[in-house]
């Protein structure tokens, strides 16, 4: 296993761990992880942790916020709706709304790339695990 080094289109440099293997009578190579940017496999997890942990903490923000304006708008007596269409059109004339608006879709966003970056550090884990056994091999 080793680390290749390739150019992007947009130039920038990527690293990506590679496995190499004798499969009838040619050698093959297989992409075992993509580290992006990250030189090392251990940089490549902590980015990933990093990131990982940056969105988790941007949606537990956002729904505190959203939390914050239905409690507001609740002590006022109005209702919120829970329909997003209708949070939409009310954040056309309303500042509340519009920040409620902005906190669902950041939250929204978010619980999309959990699970994304909680598999994508699963295969980096796993891919370190391959590599420890090849090094001590």
Do not use: Y
Request: charged share 35%; net charge positive; glycine share 6%.
């Amino acid at each position: 296993m080793f680390v290749r080094q390739k150019t992007s289109r947009g130039g920038k440099i990527i690293h990506q761990l590679v496995e190499t293997a004798r499969i009838d009578d040619k050698v093959r190579q297989r992409v075992i992880a993509h580290l992006g940017e990250s030189a090392s496999l251990a940089a490549a997890i902590q980015e990933c942790e990093a990131k990982l942990e940056r969105e988790r903490g941007l949606l537990a923000k956002s729904l505190a916020g959203a939390e914050e304006v239905r409690a507001k708008w609740d002590s006022k007596g109005s209702k919120v709706p829970n329909d997003l269409a209708a949070i939409r059109r009310m954040a056309r004339h309303n500042w509340d709304m519009k920040f409620l608006r902005n906190a669902l879709w950041f939250a929204q966003q978010a619980q999309k790339k959990i699970p994304l970056l909680e598999g994508q550090l699963a295969r980096l884990r796993a891919a370190e695990g391959k590599w420890r056994e090849k090094s001590e091999t």
